[in-house]
């Protein structure tokens, strides 16, 4: 809630989430098929735009692995039903504000619409979300319709 209640303290204690999931994953021994499993996990709070946290980073800076982890945290958060610190949201109005991620440039735009045109955020209502969650979604809107189902060229490695 950055623009809620929340005091720096607050807002800090919360962010250090990412901090002490990179600090757990990047002190296991993990083997060599999974050895960047830390950055995927470490970099779902970052923005195209290095706004994110904890490292503000910027889109030449983000793997595309590490792309789609933002779309699925921010659409998982949306769409689940178990917090208590928010109201459940329909799948329509969940997809409504991630495009709105997209059009602030908080997410990659080719890979969000990657996962609109393939039909991945519906195969995840079906199996994750509540029946009453689920309603009509028309995708329309939010796609770009050049490259719509274009995977992005990688960025650099580190």
């Not at 039909?119 to 199996?127: H, L």
Request: glycine share 4%; hydrophobic share 35%; charged share 25%.
């Amino acid at each position: 809630v950055e623009r809620g209640t929340l005091t720096t303290e607050e807002r800090f204690k919360i962010n250090e989430h990412i901090i002490q999931t990179i600090v757990m994953l990047e002190s296991m021994p993990l083997p060599a098929n999974l050895k960047r499993v830390p950055e995927y996990a470490g970099t779902h709070h970052e923005t195209l735009t290095g706004t994110g946290y904890p490292r503000s980073l910027k889109a030449q800076d983000l793997s595309v692995p590490s792309r789609i982890m933002a779309i699925a945290d921010i659409f998982e958060a949306l769409t689940a039903s178990d917090r208590p610190y928010k109201d459940t949201k329909t799948l329509s109005e969940s997809i409504r504000i991630l495009s709105m991620f997209k059009k602030n440039q908080h997410i990659d735009p080719d890979l969000f619409d990657l996962f609109l045109s393939s039909g991945v955020y519906k195969r995840y209502a079906e199996k994750f979300m509540l029946p009453e969650q689920i309603d009509e979604v028309d995708i329309t809107p939010y796609l770009d319709t050049a490259g719509a189902t274009q995977v992005p060229a990688q960025a650099p490695s580190a």
